[in-house]
């Protein structure tokens, strides 16, 4: 059974820092592509940020140069590093797992980010 479980959200004020930290297990994760979603109320779920197996990084354009993912194969972690938070961040933010193998993907239980002083 996989299994992702996201940890490290929380508030946070304009300017801040966050990091986000997803484990993954049940699967075979280094050949896998992973990423970070976000979701806010009466919205479609919306890519944040993607690593592949390779390590080919693809980010939104609102995170660019704000947001950094990485991945740890090792540890079948996930993270995405969040500087220069705005409060449009405030969501809730979802790890993905898609597997080549099968062509499923996967979700965590979501973390909630609230930026605001």
């Known amino acids: 059974q996989v299994q992702l479980v996201e940890s490290g959200g929380g508030l946070v004020q304009p300017g ?3 990091r986000l930290s997803c ?3 049940g699967i ?3 050949s896998n592509d992973m990423g970070w979603y976000r979701q806010a109320p009466g919205k479609q779920r919306e890519l944040v940020a993607v690593i592949g197996g ?3 990084t693809i ?3 609102s995170v ?3 947001f950094t993912i990485s991945r740890d194969n090792s540890k079948n972690t996930v993270s995405l ?3 220069s938070l ?3 961040d405030t969501t809730v933010y979802y790890c993905s797992l898609f597997s080549h193998l099968t062509g499923f993907r996967y979700w965590g239980q979501g973390t909630q980010v609230t930026v605001s002083s």
């Open 16 to 18: 801040g820092s966050l």
């Open 23 to 25: 484990a993954a297990s």
């Open 28 to 30: 075979i994760f280094s």
């Open 54 to 56: 390779g390590y080919a």
């Open 59 to 61: 980010y939104a354009d």
């Open 64 to 66: 660019k140069g704000r």
């Open 81 to 83: 590093q969040m500087n």
């Open 86 to 88: 705005k409060p449009e």
